[in-house]
C-alpha cells in the first residue's frame, strides 16, 4: 500500500521521556494534516524474532515462560529482541531459540514480518520457521527469564490458536500464518 501524503503527520521533534531494560517511551511533537499540533507518545522497542521450531520429527518446541505484566505463565514460541550486533534476523532467530530451549536448527526461513501493535509500539517482529531442531545447544536464558521448555504437535498448536486458548499474540499470530500457509 502506498503512504497517502493527504494523511502524513509531520515530526516536528522528538524525545525520550523515559528508558528502561527493553524499551522506551518516545514524546513526538506532530503536525496533523489539518495543521493541528500535538503530542504523540509510543513505546519503541528493539525488533524481535518469534521462532516456529520444528523437531526432526516434526513436533514443536514451545515454552512456558512466567510474564509478570498478566500474572502468569505464558504458552508459546521461543521468542527474543534482536541485539545491537544481529544485522539478520534470522541468525538473530537461531541464537534466540538455543538460548531459550537449548535447541540447535537445522535450517531457518522466513515466515512473515509484522508490526503487531503499530498505533502504541513501534514493534517489529520477524516470524522464522526452525526445521530439524536438535536439544544439543546450551541454554543462556537472561537473569529476568524464567522458561520451562517441552514439545507439541502442531495440530495441537493450531487448536489452541483457533479456539483463542493459545494466549500470547506472538505466538497465534506465527501459528496461524504457518497454518495458512502449508494448508
Known sequence: ???????????LASATDYTCPGFEVVRDEVRL?????????????????????????????????????????NYGLPAGGM??????????????????????AGAVERLATYEPANGLFDSVFTYVVARGCEPTGTRDLDHNESIRVDTTTFSELREL?????LRDGRSALGVLQYA????
Not at 3 to 11: A, F, G, K
Not at 84 to 92: G, I, V
Not at 161 to 165: K, L, M
Request: negative net charge.
Open 1 to 11: 500500500m502506498a503512504e497517502d501524503d493527504e494523511l502524513t503527520w509531520e515530526t
Open 180 to 183: 495458512l500457509q502449508v494448508g
Open 83 to 104: 541485539e545491537p550486533d544481529d544485522d539478520d534476523p534470522l541468525e538473530a532467530a537461531r541464537r534466540e531459540l538455543t538460548e531459550e530451549t537449548g535447541y540447535v
Open 33 to 73: 494534516p489539518d495543521g493541528t499540533e500535538t503530542e504523540f507518545h509510543y513505546v519503541s522497542e528493539p525488533p524481535s524474532v518469534v521462532v516456529l521450531p520444528f523437531t526432526a520429527d516434526g513436533d514443536v518446541v514451545v515454552i512456558e515462560e512466567w510474564r509478570q505484566a498478566v500474572g502468569r505463565t
Open 161 to 165: 490458536a483457533i479456539a483463542g486458548e
